[in-house]
């Protein structure tokens, strides 16, 4: 089974957390050509390798209360974007996923309410964001393309289709509660990811 094409570097990719995308070349292409034979190869390690819906691919977590630390600020900030694009009334996905974004004009301290969401995840100031920003570059979500400035990757999905369902929850009026309050950090943690 060594035979399998890129198989040391997908691994070593994937196992730290990273999601391939088109993105990734060579790696991308070996495993969507033969999705089946890397899975069973990597089965065999106790490993479960997941293909998205939206073509890429990632390791599933091991348990879902293994929440890495920077997964809770990464929610705040999507959660942000996210809300931002609603508010000014433009489609979320083509806003985030269409264009490229500078760190210096990001909405996250634009609003009050907007800082005190990063707050409860520690993140008080523009080095945070770029924090965030460099982990979610860590896990395959975006890529720097300048010091400044990022774009949104495929695999950012992970993330922006629960923001879109806390966004749906925070909306309803039912509900009574927002889906990120000032309850702290853990309000803000996703299920799984």
Known sequence: M????????????LRRGYHL?????????????????????F????????RHP????????????????????????????VDHAANQGRPIEEFLLGQHFLVSKLPHFTLDRYAGLL?????EDAA??????KNMERLGWVK?????EFRFLRPFHRVFDK????????RLPSEGKPALSADGPDAAKPDSY
Do not use: H, K, M
């Open 119 to 123: 707050r409860q995840v520690e993140v």
């Open 54 to 81: 939206r073509e890429f691919f990632y390791f599933e977590p091991d348990a879902a209360e293994n929440v890495p630390e920077a997964l809770p600020r990464i929610a705040v900030f999507s959660f942000i974007l």
């Open 163 to 170: 923001c879109l369902e806390l966004a749906r929850t925070a």
């Open 128 to 133: 945070g964001l770029r924090q965030i920003l």
């Open 144 to 148: 720097f393309v300048g010091e400044e």
């Open 21 to 41: 995308s088109p993105e990734d070349e060579p790696a991308f292409s070996a495993v969507a050509a033969d999705f089946e034979a890397y899975a069973a190869y």
């Open 2 to 13: 060594s035979e399998l094409p890129q198989l040391q570097e997908i691994f070593d990719r």
């Open 43 to 50: 089965a065999r390690l106790g490993l479960t390798l997941v």
